[in-house]
């Protein structure tokens, strides 16, 4: 599955962010078994009204949502790249992340100590920012030292890290995280592999109170220009309102988010960001038993696609049928769709498309 990891500096809102998305979760345990793997690891489902009204038509007995993982890295604070608050652990659970949701505190709270004393987003992320380049340094440098052996002996991947690595060094002490760096296609497994951390999306949650929830405020507005300008992208939530939402059952969350003038949880947009910051799709499987949802990169073929499910669906993949998520709902079901020619059989070369009702013939 893909994992986010929830970053910033103490005391910005991250754990009420963290409870909040584990604790709705939860409430939904009737059709999704929530998992907490780790005090600080825990598994959403991801929020998709298609995955209803195709279990709805389907008449489907269960609906399994596709899930995400969140973890809470805490203890991230100035000096963290040198060791400082237990640093390094926290940097190597960034390593095993996809993206960065970097929340930042936005909202003013006297009660609420800042570890910096004042209400400054835009200089919180850059002190994060830092700490995270001066970590990719500090590896960079290790593994160079590590390399130069290798390139001896002939290592013709060696030739390629060493090339990568230098490129990354030099957008780092030119100032820049290294996903300003452009790799080639042919460069681009070897890069991701490097993981370094300044290459991870991000995603800027700005945490502001509760007024600002619908809106935003001045700071998260500077956070939203910064995020622009680096080719991010940041959502505007309230912590606080979304601890609030996960403790309430369906009814009356929606009532509350009425009276605060909102059309849905932040959380719900937040976990679609995320989604769109990892290029990442959804595709359905539909029965009487169950309508189900999968998470797949943008590109995915259908034998990949039918990996996801099992590996040998993968290995043994024939053909999938497949159905438009528009003509199922349009045409009112397989059947109808089948018979209006909807259902279309794709070979191996399919590239996956978002929505796709799909149904996989595979050999055993
Ligand atoms: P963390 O250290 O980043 O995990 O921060 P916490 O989630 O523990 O939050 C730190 C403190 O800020 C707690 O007392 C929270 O209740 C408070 N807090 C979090 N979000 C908000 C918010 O939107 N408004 C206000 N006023 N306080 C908040």
């Not at 800042?114 to 987003?121: Q, T, Y």
């Not at 800027?204 to 700071?219: D, I, K, L, P, T």
């Not at 932040?266 to 038993?289: C, E, M, N, S, W």
Request: glycine share 10%; charged share 25%; with cysteine.
């Amino acid at each position: 599955g893909f994992k986010m990891g929830i970053v910033g500096l103490p005391n910005v809102g991250k754990s009420t962010l963290f409870n909040a998305l584990t604790k709705t979760a939860a409430a939904q345990a009737a059709n999704f078994p929530f998992c907490t793997i780790e005090p600080n690891v825990g598994e959403v489902a991801v929020p998709d009204a298609r995955l209803d009204k195709l279990a709805a038509i389907a008449q489907s007995k269960q609906i399994i949502p596709t899930r995400m993982t969140f973890v809470d890295i805490a203890g991230l604070v100035k000096g963290a790249s040198k060791g400082e608050g237990l640093g390094n652990q926290f940097l190597a659970n960034i390593r095993e992340c996809d993206a960065i949701a970097h929340v930042l505190r936005c909202f003013e709270d006297d009660d609420i100590t800042h570890v910096d004393g004042r209400v400054d987003p835009v200089a919180d992320a850059e002190v994060i920012e830092t700490e995270l380049m001066l970590a990719d340094l500090e590896s960079i440098e290790k593994r160079m030292q590590n390399l130069t052996r290798k390139i001896k002996g002939g290592d013709k991947d060696a030739v390629q890290q060493m090339r990568l690595l230098e490129m990354a060094q030099a957008a780092i002490e030119d100032g820049k995280p290294a996903r300003v760096v452009e790799v080639d296609a042919e460069d681009a497994k070897a890069w991701k592999m490097l993981q370094l951390l300044t290459t991870k999306p991000v995603l800027y949650v700005c945490n502001v109170e509760e007024e600002s929830a619908g809106s935003g405020n001045s700071q998260s507005a500077r956070v939203a220009e910064m995020a622009a300008a680096q080719g991010n992208s940041h959502v505007v939530i309230s912590a606080r309102i979304e601890e609030e939402i996960s403790q309430l059952e369906a009814d009356e969350a929606e009532m509350f988010l009425g009276e605060m003038g909102l059309e849905e949880p932040g959380l719900d947009r937040l976990i679609r960001a995320g989604y769109a910051l990892l290029h990442l799709q959804t595709y359905f499987t539909v029965g009487p038993k169950e309508a189900r949802a999968w998470t797949i990169k943008e590109g995915t073929s259908a034998p990949q696609a039918a990996g996801v499910i099992h590996g040998d669906f993968e290995k043994g993949f024939i053909r999938a049928e497949t159905i438009a998520y528009g003509d199922f709902v349009a045409l009112g079901g397989e059947q109808p769709a089948k018979e209006a020619g909807k259902m279309r059989a794709e070979g191996k070369g399919y590239i996956v498309k978002d929505g796709d009702v799909m149904h996989f013939l595979f050999n055993t």
